[in-house]
């Protein structure tokens, strides 16, 4: 009995560590989204290859990692759950600037931090709200029909196959959404056409999710099988 309520507090830690990740991490996306473009091009041979991305992107991995850990471990319907506490925490970000903005401020100050943000996250958080329902819930419905159609078996395809998919559906959403309401926050080049910059920023952004979803099938691996023996969770 007491071994009982021992796994049953841990599971509620663990689930509320994975949960708090996740939020925090997509707060800070979107607060973050795109105050700022990093530009990583290189030159390869006679041929300059274009490299560019906002800095929301970063902590955007983990969330894809929290979702898979907790689809893993306490099913679907916990996973779409968090995604849901999500979309309202969006919703709560963007309140929280629009009562910020339209509260007075003491004459002649200005707030070009604020307004910096405020633009940003208008753009980012719409634009990633809508991305961001389609490609977790599409995360996390492949997940579990890969895991079905496997029997379990090859986690690496479950972890790998749903993040990826879905993470380029994001990526091509948030980009659109974010050009068409903001066309100017949208990174151009001396002699690069709009459409062009467009593309860069939706080749950069998704090959670096990429490459992270690919990296984090040796922490998911880790993290699934010690988590299933530290909560006493059947596969």
Known sequence: MESNQIYTARRDW???LLAGLFLGSLTMLNVLGITKFVDFSFEFGSLQIPFKFSIGVLPYPITFLCTDLIS?????KKAN???WVGLLLNLWVLFVIWLGD???????QEYAVFEGIKNSAYACTIGSMLAYLLAQFIDVRLFHFIKKKTKGKRLWLRNNGSTMISQLVDTVA????????SPSVIPVAIGQGTGEAVLVLIVSMYVFK?????LDTFPFYFLTHR?????????
């Open 210 to 214: 990429f490459f992270f979803a690919l």
């Open 72 to 76: 893993e471990l306490y099913g679907e």
């Open 14 to 16: 663990v689930f509320l």
């Open 227 to 235: 988590l299933r023996r530290y909560l006493n969770l059947e596969i």
């Open 174 to 181: 948030v980009v659109l959404v974010v050009y068409i309401q």
């Open 81 to 83: 759950q968090v995604v």
């Open 102 to 108: 339209l509260l007075p401020s003491p004459a002649g």
